[in-house]
């Protein structure tokens, strides 16, 4: 992986941190995130280390949240290693980065993408 792609998913998992802290002090509750501003309202306190946080540092496009999530507990979640959380709204060459819900961050291919999107009820056109 190369020094970008290093901090593209130090970012994100700066994110999954976010989200977890949120989820620990709401008794399991995921945050209720139905758009980016949500996302940057609810979870920037937990984000400690804020540079343009909840954007990627190459595009300066926001990570999108997972809408589908919204509100959920955690233990309603069949699947959460395999449950994106937040996503790139575009793919880059190396792939689509995400986060899971369990917390892994990696950029995905567009196959994997088309499947764990599907699976993990996001609603886009990419």
């Known amino acids: 992986m190369t020094r970008e792609q290093w901090k593209r998913v130090a970012k ?3 994110m999954g941190e976010a989200l977890y802290i949120y989820r620990t002090e709401h008794k399991g509750s ?3 995130l139905q758009s980016v501003g949500d996302m940057k309202r609810l979870l920037l306190h937990y984000d400690r280390d804020y540079i343009g946080s909840f954007e ?3 595009t300066h496009k926001s990570f ?3 809408t589908s999530l919204a509100g959920l507990s955690y233990n309603q979640i069949k699947d959460p290693d395999q449950t994106i959380a937040f ?3 575009e793919p880059s060459p190396e792939g689509r980065y995400v986060v899971f ?3 892994d961050a990696e950029p ?3 196959v994997q993408w088309l499947r764990l999107s599907k699976n993990s ?3 886009t056109r990419q």
Do not use: E
Request: aromatic content about 12%; charged content about 20%.
């Open 56 to 58: 990627d540092r190459k």
């Open 108 to 110: 995905i291919t567009q």
């Open 64 to 66: 999108r949240p997972n």
């Open 87 to 89: 996503y790139m709204p």
């Open 30 to 32: 995921l945050a209720p």
């Open 121 to 123: 009820h996001i609603k």
């Open 12 to 14: 994100l998992f700066q």
């Open 101 to 103: 819900v369990y917390g």
